[in-house]
């Protein structure tokens, strides 16, 4: 990495600029696209507009639209989700039912920093793991070897401690809720039934407010994730501490051999001077004595250092985890259908709804705006060019009606496609019941009956029949269950006396 910044310094931030940028545009990409839409409407010459304006064929399935009015109208209201007031309310009471009210989901910030703390653990084990990820092999590939490797443990701690954070929080709620169970004196369910998005929330309006987050969020806490982190991050801490401890080791033993072998080669070398001054030995035991202390000296001195390094960067592994945590804990939802209702209300966006309401209409505004301009650009072209001497005078609001009226009848006419899709299963029910019905002796019952695969078919068939019919039939199948199992006796005593005979 090094390397490649030293040799394309350019080129290398050019694709850091890039990727910055890529990232700001994922963050805010409803902005983006809203402004993109607006600058492409309004572009000189080739802009969405203009384009429009060229074309003046009438809608097909209603001639009072311009073709372009309605793809100019399509286009802005894909920004409006049509929502009444009272299925807003309804995401807002689930969330609060939920104990999930004010809280969003993770900001794209917070995944840029775990992005970078994930980095930052990755390039740190890579140097401890680099000697030791494949043995006999390069440099460069040990290198890589380890960075592969520190950056799937990075990636798994990323995974567990977001989804601990979660677990604690949700957890939590649901020790919170089983705790004002107890105080309540257990008076009432603990829970009636899980409570989806899809259902009226006023299911359970009549229940304490410990039974309605229960019915939403779950009756039992676990743990089990968490415990699993914590194991797998002390692990690692101690592991990657021990493994920089030997080579910290590795490193000093390489020193004091490398230093013992130089002064070997200096007292070997002709040119050493010092061999014509004979020193007692007495002089000569004592400096060998001061060098060796200011060696062990030095080298301890490194180890502890180095040690006292790994311990602070094991605290720092440690707390960076916890961080983890916290932001999972911190942010996220604890409801089942949490998260789908934060999006129906706009992600957070919107308080009340007035608020929508407000945004809408600052949308409706902008595609009004640009309608009037693509209208009059048609009727200036219609008047140049066309013979069709009808004027337009449609809102964007006038397309929302319309839009409103569309989708109320696609609603309606598939209810009734379901309508009568049951009522067709009812029918084939009753038929079959009636089928059943006829059999009026004992023997076409009984053939019936083993015609019959299923054994809840049978039971079926066998409520179906007459109640005198039915006494008959269950004699008839108790008979034949002690015949058969007559002769599994019979065979098993004759299998007994063929051995002892």
């Known amino acids: 990495m090094q390397e490649f910044f030293a040799t394309y310094p350019l080129l290398a931030w050019s694709v850091v600029s890039t990727m910055i940028a890529l990232v700001v545009v994922v963050a805010l990409w409803d902005q983006v696209k809203w402004w993109w839409l607006n600058t492409w409407m309004s572009f000189p010459l080739i802009g969405r507009i203009n384009t429009l304006s060229k074309d003046l064929n009438r809608d097909v399935t209603n001639p009072s639209w311009f073709k372009a009015e309605k793809a100019l109208c399509r286009d802005y209201k894909k920004f409006i989700r049509i929502q009444n007031e009272l299925d807003f309310n309804d995401k807002i009471e689930y969330l609060t039912k939920a104990g999930d009210n004010g809280r969003k989901a993770i ?48 990636i798994i701690l990323v995974a567990l401690t977001h989804f601990a954070g979660h677990e604690l929080y949700k957890s939590g709620k649901i020790a919170h809720a089983r705790r004002e169970w107890a105080e309540d004196g257990r008076k009432h369910k603990l829970t009636t039934g899980t409570v989806a998005l899809a259902k009226p929330q006023s299911i359970d309006d009549d229940q304490p407010r410990y039974t309605q987050l229960c019915n939403r969020v779950g009756t039992h806490p676990s743990y089990k994730i968490t415990i699993l982190t914590a194991v797998f991050v002390v692990s690692v801490a101690v592991f990657a501490t021990y493994v920089r401890g030997q080579v910290l080791e590795k490193s000093l033993h390489q020193e004091v051999v490398g230093a013992s072998q130089v002064v070997g080669a200096n007292n070997a070398d002709g040119l050493d001077f010092s ?227």
């Open 107 to 154: 900001p794209m910030w917070i995944w840029i920093l775990t992005v970078a703390m994930v980095f930052v653990e990755a390039m740190g084990f890579s140097y401890v793991l680099a000697g030791y990820t494949l043995p006999g092999a390069s440099e460069n590939l040990q290198q890589t070897g380890a960075y592969g490797i520190a950056f799937l443990i990075s």
């Open 275 to 501: 061999n014509d001054l004979v020193l007692p030995e007495a002089d000569l035991a004592q400096n060998q004595a001061a060098v060796d202390k200011a060696r062990a000296d030095e080298t301890s001195i490194d180890r502890h250092g180095g040690w006292a390094t790994f311990i602070v960067l094991a605290f720092v592994f440690v707390f960076l985890q916890i961080l983890g945590v916290i932001f999972g804990h911190r942010w996220g939802f604890a409801g089942q259908n949490s998260a789908a209702a934060f999006a129906d209300i706009g992600y957070g966006r919107y308080n009340t709804y007035s608020d929508v309401r407000e945004h809408y209409q600052e949308i409706t505004d902008t595609a009004q705006s640009k309608l009037e301009t693509l209208q009059q650009k048609l009727m200036d072209r219609n008047a140049q060019h066309g013979t069709d001497g009808m004027h337009t005078s449609k809102s964007f609001y006038d397309f929302l009606e319309l839009s409103r009226q569309e989708e109320s009848k696609d609603r309606e006419s598939q209810r009734q496609h379901t309508q009568r899709q049951a009522e067709a299963r009812q029918t084939k029910v009753v038929t079959n019941a009636q089928d059943f019905s006829v059999v009026v002796s004992l023997p076409d019952a009984l053939r019936t009956l083993d015609s019959l695969q299923d054994k809840n078919a049978k039971k079926d068939f066998i409520h179906s029949l007459p109640v005198e019919l039915q006494t008959e039939v269950l004699e008839a199948i108790k008979k034949a269950k002690l015949a058969e199992q007559e002769k599994v006796n019979r065979s098993k005593l004759d299998s007994e006396l063929d051995d002892l005979l």
